[in-house]
């Protein structure tokens, strides 16, 4: 985690972007800027691509603090956004046109799962959409996960691929399929021997060189500090209070994923620092058991 993760500059926590969506979920700028950063983006990463990602949050209405939206860098280098399972049924429930869904399971003739239907209701289309997935395919290119619960991971996959199809939902993932994606092999077409001599030999043709980017022109990423490196007092308190208001906003059912994602936060404290985070964490755990 770098340091420029830690302390996001005076510039960057003035946007309106960010002081409105702290504000919607009761956080000052720098407290909600910390939290956004530790638990919902990839590390490290550009300021100008933490604001990116505040906006697109922003845009479809999803708690990054909860990980209903939360990023991942691409093996390219980009920045996929990825919707939790909470935050696909959201966003269907969230939308004025939406009517319900159900699903329907088909199984071979010893009773095994082949695939499964998610069909969703618009209450301004004569017909619903339909879409079906089989486990199958699904499952070939899968994590473990597909094995302990393919029906789960299999409806999931229904619900997911329905919604783009009903509402439109682009340049959305979930974890499961962004994995998948990351897995699978280049097939870019490689150019032969021949072609590649022939690149070597042809001389440069100057018309090519204005497509060229000035090298200055390609943003520079500072070079990150060591995840383990030992919090500072004044950050160890930002990230107490920012593990404080996560935990206060997320539904008592998600507590405790919430205190995962500061796992590695909480290695960066002092004896007294990590002492104060599990009292916070022990709290909330009592209030979910508790409700």
């Given at each position: 985690?770098?340091?420029?993760?830690?302390?996001?500059?005076?510039?960057m926590?003035?946007?309106?972007?960010?002081?409105?969506?702290?504000?919607?979920?009761?956080?000052?700028?720098?407290?909600?800027?910390?939290?956004?950063?530790?638990?919902?983006?990839?590390?490290?990463?550009?300021?100008?691509?933490?604001?990116s990602?505040?906006?697109?949050?922003r845009?479809?209405?999803?708690?990054?603090?909860?990980?209903?939206?939360?990023?991942?860098?691409?093996?390219?280098?980009?920045?996929?956004?990825?919707?939790?399972?909470?935050?696909?049924?959201?966003?269907?429930?969230?939308?004025?046109?939406?009517d319900?869904?159900?699903?329907?399971d088909?199984?071979?003739?010893?009773?095994a799962?082949?695939?499964?239907?998610?069909?969703?209701?618009?209450?301004?289309?004569?017909?619903?959409?339909?879409t079906?997935?089989y486990?199958?395919?699904?499952?070939?290119?899968?994590?473990?996960?597909?094995?302990?619960?393919?029906?789960?991971?299999?409806?999931?996959?229904?619900?997911?691929?329905?919604?783009?199809y009903?509402?439109g939902?682009a340049?959305?993932?979930?974890?499961?399929?962004?994995?998948?994606?990351?897995?699978?092999?280049?097939?870019?077409?490689?150019?032969?021997?021949?072609?590649?001599?022939?690149?070597?030999?042809?001389?440069?043709?100057?018309?090519?060189?204005?497509?060229?980017?000035?090298?200055?022109?390609?943003?520079?990423?500072?070079?990150a500090?060591?995840?383990?490196?030992?919090?500072?007092?004044?950050q160890?308190?930002?990230?107490?209070?920012?593990?404080?208001?996560?935990?206060a906003?997320?539904?008592?059912?998600?507590?405790?994923?919430?205190?995962?994602?500061?796992?590695?936060?909480?290695?960066?404290?002092?004896?007294?620092?990590?002492?104060?985070?599990?009292?916070?964490?022990?709290?909330?755990?009592?209030?979910?058991?508790?409700?």
């Amino acid at each position: 985690m770098s340091e420029q993760l830690i302390h996001s500059s005076e510039g960057m926590l003035e946007l309106p972007a960010i002081g409105d969506i702290a504000k919607h979920y009761g956080m000052n700028a720098a407290a909600f800027a910390y939290t956004f950063r530790s638990v919902a983006m990839p590390h490290p990463h550009t300021e100008p691509e933490f604001v990116s990602c505040i906006l697109v949050a922003r845009e479809h209405g999803l708690n990054p603090l909860t990980r209903e939206i939360y990023f991942m860098r691409t093996k390219n280098g980009t920045i996929q956004a990825i919707i939790s399972v909470d935050g696909w049924v959201k966003k269907c429930n969230e939308h004025p046109k939406f009517d319900g869904m159900e699903f329907h399971d088909d199984h071979d003739d010893n009773g095994a799962l082949i695939a499964t239907t998610c069909t969703i209701y618009r209450g301004d289309r004569k017909h619903p959409i339909a879409t079906t997935e089989y486990l199958d395919e699904c499952a070939r290119n899968g994590g473990p996960v597909w094995r302990s619960a393919p029906r789960r991971m299999l409806r999931h996959r229904a619900l997911t691929q329905a919604a783009r199809y009903a509402f439109g939902f682009a340049g959305l993932m979930d974890r499961d399929e962004f994995d998948q994606w990351q897995a699978m092999k280049d097939v870019t077409p490689r150019p032969t021997r021949g072609e590649r001599i022939s690149a070597v030999l042809e001389p440069p043709n100057p018309d090519d060189e204005e497509l060229i980017p000035p090298t200055d022109a390609v943003p520079v990423v500072d070079a990150a500090t060591p995840d383990d490196a030992p919090l500072a007092p004044d950050q160890e308190a930002m990230a107490l209070e920012s593990l404080a208001a996560a935990l206060a906003a997320a539904p008592v059912e998600e507590r405790a994923e919430v205190a995962e994602g500061y796992a590695s936060v909480l290695d960066r404290m002092s004896d007294a620092g990590r002492r104060a985070a599990e009292k916070l964490i022990d709290r909330a755990a009592s209030a979910a058991a508790a409700k």
